[in-house]
């Protein structure tokens, strides 16, 4: 990324890192120590630089979201193992191929919500999914069909994983701390779709609530789409019952099944924009 917003007389950083190659071939300039310290990788790497790369993870992928002029998002969470109905036959369960409808509907839910976007400006409730293959796919996908861009948040992994084909190269962006991406996710969220998945699922649905339920993030529609499903993976009833919840809680989400579902709840949605100021039954 080009330093756009140099000021003032001191010299370029760009300027001297490429000087600092073109210096004599010595044992004094071959050693590690002589590296400037924000080109020298290894440096950057160790423990102690730590704090210096959550800050730098926090902060490339918001400038460059700011100076490509996205105010805000609909993020769209989801399994990557629930592949496009076309190849339904690669699911590794009965019930992932059954859930491939899912892909579908991601699919449209991002094409209505690029659409949205793009007749008011194209700045608002820009896409953003983890950049990856299945729901994640389908999302990006599908603002990719309505002629619009999407924001891409990858992970670097232990296996193989690339980005989607339909992430907007110039919004592409990929992490190395879980923390820092699940931030990003939710900074300029206006709503939060979440269509069935695996433990990455369940954790941004549980973190996105949470954040909301203590009163830390502004209330959001969050969309659960696929009420069967996630009936039957988190008994919501029984944390009410143990108490561990409030009934008032459930408020904070909703069930769909469909894209039209979700863009009606989206439109009515009691109490977006505020925050709380109280957990109820505490």
């Not at 989607?164 to 190395?176: D, I, K, R, S, Y």
């Amino acid at each position: 990324m080009p330093d756009t917003h140099r000021t003032g007389p001191f010299r370029d950083a760009h300027e001297d890192r490429e000087t600092a190659h073109g210096v004599p071939d010595t044992a004094q300039t071959r050693s590690p120590s002589y590296r400037l310290a924000f080109a020298d990788d290894d440096f950057m790497c160790r423990d102690e630089l730590r704090p210096v790369r959550l800050q730098l993870e926090l902060l490339k992928p918001q400038m460059m979201l700011d100076a490509a002029g996205v105010d805000s998002t609909i993020v769209l969470f989801g399994g990557a193992r629930i592949p496009d109905p076309a190849r339904k036959e690669t699911a590794r369960t009965a019930m992932l191929a059954e859930l491939t409808r899912y892909y579908d509907e991601a699919r449209r839910f991002a094409r209505a919500i690029t659409e949205r976007s793009l007749a008011a400006g194209g700045r608002t409730g820009v896409i953003v999914t983890g950049g990856g293959p299945g729901v994640m796919e389908a999302g990006n996908r599908g603002a990719a069909d309505a002629g619009g861009r999407s924001v891409g948040l990858n992970i670097v992994l232990p296996h193989e994983q690339a980005p989607n084909a339909w992430v907007t190269p110039e919004l592409c962006f990929n992490f190395h701390y879980f923390a820092i991406r699940k931030m990003h996710f939710l900074m300029r969220a206006e709503a939060v779709a979440v269509f069935p998945g695996g433990f990455g699922t369940l954790d941004e649905t549980f973190e996105c609530l949470t954040l909301i339920q203590t009163g830390r993030m502004k209330r959001v529609p969050v969309l659960l789409f696929g009420p069967e499903f996630w009936q039957r993976v988190v008994n919501w009833d029984a944390l009410v019952e143990a108490g561990t919840i409030s009934a008032e809680d459930l408020n904070l989400f909703r069930f769909v099944e469909t894209a039209d579902e979700a863009l009606a709840a989206m439109d009515g949605w009691e109490g977006a924009g505020e925050k709380r100021s109280a957990i109820p039954g505490r």
